[in-house]
């Protein structure tokens, strides 16, 4: 995050968000209402679909941001230039789940939580922080694995199967400290922990590169 650089492997690749979608439509329905101002049953609703990865919360919340229109619109805001919204019924059951992305958007979208310059105002983004950085046990797998011990990380994780191919899509998005913006997107995996073991030895493998703990 300090230098700005980006480090990349298959640039070219556009793989779905699976839940990963939920801290973009978090960001998205802050931008248009400030977290003091949402109902209690809203605020429940965030808090429940990034901590727990609650698919019905999302599903709720997708619909208020004004579904995929309101979603791609969020997107752009953010300086995503590979995410749009899908709309209408989905095979794979949940719209924003099989959104296609690229691990650069889901960087950009990482650094538009520290930057100064992003669109979310600094409450707001300390907000979505706060949440990802407190995912319940079982969930906070992924990026957190780069990091050293008692290094802050924030993340929002996502697995879902293929209807179409029975295999998992496994993917890891999130901050390490306010230092590295790590995104891992995998399809394909025959179980979801393998696709966990893959992303894991994905960001383990990165972050030695930039030294040790």
């Keep these: 995050m300090a230098t700005g650089r980006l480090y990349r492997y298959h640039k070219g690749e556009r793989l779905i968000t699976a839940s990963t ?9 802050l931008r248009k209402t400030p977290w003091r101002k949402l ?5 429940h609703d965030a808090d429940i679909m990034i901590r727990h990865s609650d698919n019905h919360a999302a599903d709720r919340l997708w619909t208020r941001i004004g579904g995929a229109a309101g979603f791609t619109k969020a997107a752009r805001k953010f300086g995503l230039r590979h995410t ?3 709309a209408g019924d989905c095979l794979d059951l949940y719209c924003w789940g099989i959104t296609r992305t690229s691990a650069d958007d889901q960087v950009r979208l990482m650094n538009a939580l520290v930057s100064k310059k992003s ?5 707001e983004r300390e907000r979505v ?15 957190s694995a780069g990091a050293c011990e008692g290094q802050r990380t924030a993340l929002k994780n996502g697995w879902l199967k293929r209807v179409s191919t029975k295999r998992w899509a496994v993917v890891s998005v999130g901050l390490i400290g306010r230092r590295y913006a790590v995104a891992v997107l995998t399809e394909g995996s025959p179980q979801v922990d393998d696709g966990i073991a893959m992303v894991e030895g994905v960001v383990t493998r990165i972050l030695r590169s930039f030294g040790k703990c």
Excluded: C, H
């Excluded at 979608?21 to 329905?29: G, P, Q, S």
């Excluded at 109902?39 to 605020?43: I, L, P, Y």
């Excluded at 669109?119 to 409450?123: G, S, Y």
């Design 21 to 29: 979608a939920k801290a973009l439509i978090l960001m998205a329905l």
């Design 39 to 43: 109902d209690k049953a809203t605020r």
């Design 84 to 86: 749009s919204g899908v």
């Design 119 to 123: 669109p979310l105002p600094e409450k």
């Design 129 to 143: 922080l706060k949440l990802m950085g407190s995912v319940i046990d079982g969930q906070n797998w992924g990026v």
